[in-house]
């Protein structure tokens, strides 16, 4: 059973980068047909997809944080990771990573989530 | 790209059904069978509960149905129980290969 967890500094000053990691277990990153993805949920309500990636490297970005994001993936560790750089406090959110299957065409299968108060 | 618009909320007695709208362009849910929808409980993370406008992934019950008529797919929940309380919400691929979700809507069961 693939399993997901997020980790991350929890709390990160305002004009700062934010680095988040996702470790998946119980499967490999690189067995393919998966794009690994973040999304993030404001206080509130709303989910936000930010970006995923494909263990050869392809990425796609939400054009209204690509240029302030990059995603990685790094199959050795069996991890992929989030740099959100700039932080304001409308980054503010909780951060999901998540796996988006090329067949299935959805989210199946998601971390526990982690919180992210960017301060002033 | 545009959030997907579906209703803040919605309600429902026990045993009746809802449906929930969500509804994009003909860049996004118009042009693509790539809808899905999510349903949150409070304090947790979402999980799928419709992939492909109207499949049920394993250990889904088939109260949840989904459906899409141009730019706007629905979600009904038949015999609603109590236990369906929560946020839902949809997903759409677009076409520039990236994914769009909807504002989310909060089904009360009275």
């Known amino acids: 059973q693939v399993q997901l967890q997020e980790s991350g500094p929890g709390l990160v000053k305002a004009s700062q980068t934010l680095t988040l990691t996702c470790t998946v277990s119980g499967g490999s990153i690189s067995s393919g047909g998966y794009y690994w993805t973040w999304i993030r949920q404001h206080p509130g309500k709303d989910l936000e997809w930010i970006a995923y990636?494909?263990?050869?490297?392809?990425?796609y970005y939400n054009p209204s944080l690509k240029s302030r994001i990059y995603i990685l993936v790094d199959t050795s560790k069996n991890q992929f990771s989030l740099k959100l750089t700039s932080v304001t406090a409308a980054d503010t959110a909780v951060y999901y990573c998540?796996?988006?299957?090329?067949?299935?065409?959805?989210?199946?299968?998601w971390g526990q989530g982690t919180m992210v108060t960017v301060s002033s | 790209q545009s959030a997907l618009t579906q209703p803040a909320s919605v309600s429902g007695s026990p045993g009746q059904s809802i449906t929930i709208s969500c509804t994009g362009t003909s860049s996004d849910v118009g042009s693509y069978n790539y809808v899905s929808w999510y349903q949150q409980h409070p304090g947790k993370a979402p999980q799928l509960i419709i992939y492909?406008?109207?499949d049920r992934p394993s250990g889904v019950s088939n109260r949840f149905s989904g459906s899409k008529s141009g730019n706007t797919a629905s979600l009904t929940i038949s015999g609603l129980q109590t236990e369906d309380e929560a946020d839902y919400y949809c997903?759409?691929?677009?076409?520039?290969?990236?994914?769009?979700f909807g504002g989310g809507t909060k089904l009360t069961v009275l």
């Open positions: 492909d406008v109207n």
């Open positions: 997903s759409s691929y677009t076409n520039s290969a990236t994914l769009v």
């Open positions: 990636i494909h263990y050869t490297g392809n990425t």
């Open positions: 998540a796996r988006f299957g090329e067949v299935l065409s959805a989210f199946d299968i």
